[in-house]
């Protein structure tokens, strides 16, 4: 088990600032969702946590050590990228199993096997004849088998079909409760994975937009659906972060708890009053409407 602190951390690209006074903490096991738009600094955080490259500020610690250029702790960090980046190594996929085995030291050579024969990846295959998904998930079984401590999952469902998807989420789950350790993972499906999570980062445009459990972030969104004045004068003075008019009919979706008497008023109006998905408050949250 592990500690992972992000602090102030800031990584320029040139002139672009991917990452702008990020800061947040993991203190033991459990799946961390990274999420935000394209282009909001997913990858280049990942990049930073797992050593790749040097914060142009702040600093990444896992248990109180700094992770670049520090030995003790690259080998507690694997970074499995999208489909087809991580398996580089080798001739064959024996080969890049055969690698991680050698880098990582809590790599189970046997739940590898599993897992290949789970993916339907036969372990003699050449790995540049693997199809998009075998990769993505040769990928996964890499991240899983490898047993770091900090494991990061970058968008590493790419190319896997629905049933090779649900085949690492399963696998995913039994894995932390038998060996619970962190995990860090960055998905554009973010309804499919929401079940997983505990926790979410939420990057936007490089800034930290929140981190927090997702049941306390679910528990902020609350959908008002109903007859448009009514609506309207039940959320006046809220935040309202998205809005929607079907004709007489008004949906907003607020931003923070309705208190009793705006319930009431709901409830004799008959006003529905209804829980955001993950995915929709995410999309509220990072603004895809108004710059769409
Ligand atoms: N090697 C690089 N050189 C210059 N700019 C870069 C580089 N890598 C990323 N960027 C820029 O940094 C910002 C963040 O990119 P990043 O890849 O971290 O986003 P992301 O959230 O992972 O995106 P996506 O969801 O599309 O994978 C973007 O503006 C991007 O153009």
New binding site residues.
């Given amino acids: 088990m592990i500690t992972v602190e992000v602090d102030r951390l800031e990584l320029r690209?040139?002139a672009?600032t991917?990452l702008r006074d990020i800061s947040f903490r993991l203190d033991g096991p459990g799946i961390c969702g990274v999420l935000?738009?394209?282009?909001?600094?997913?990858?280049?955080?990942f990049s930073v946590l797992a050593a790749f490259r040097r914060a142009t500020g702040g600093e990444v610690r896992i248990d109180g050590e700094p992770v670049f250029e520090n030995p003790r702790n690259t080998r507690r960090i694997c970074l499995i990228r999208e489909a087809g980046d991580t398996v580089e190594s080798g001739d064959r996929v024996r080969e890049a199993l055969n690698l991680a085995a050698e880098l990582r030291p809590d790599w189970d050579a046997d739940y590898a096997a599993e897992l290949a024969d789970k993916f339907g990846i036969s372990t003699r295959k050449r790995l540049r004849e693997l199809s998009r998904g075998r990769r993505s998930a040769l990928g996964v079984v890499l991240g899983l088998a490898g047993r770091a401590p900090l494991t990061i999952f970058d968008?590493t469902y790419l190319g896997m079909d629905a049933p090779s998807r649900m085949t690492f989420y399963d696998e995913l789950i039994a894995e932390q409760s038998a060996r619970p350790r962190t995990f860090l993972l960055?998905s554009?499906l973010i309804d499919e994975v929401a079940p997983l999570l505990e926790r979410v980062v939420l990057?936007d445009d490089?800034r930290l937009a929140a981190f927090e459990e997702v049941d306390e972030l679910l528990g902020r969104g609350v959908s008002v659906t109903g007859p448009a004045e009514v609506v309207a004068g039940i959320v006046e003075g809220l935040q309202v972060i998205g809005e929607r008019a079907l004709g007489q009919t008004r949906q907003a979706v607020v931003y923070g708890e309705l208190d009793a008497g705006r319930r009431a008023a709901a409830a004799a109006a008959n006003v529905e009053l209804g829980p955001l998905s993950l995915q929709e408050l995410i999309i509220h949250l990072t603004g895809a409407e108004e710059r769409a």
């Fill in positions: 690209y040139g672009t991917a935000g738009r394209n282009g909001s600094g997913k990858s280049s955080l968008e960055a554009h990057l490089g």
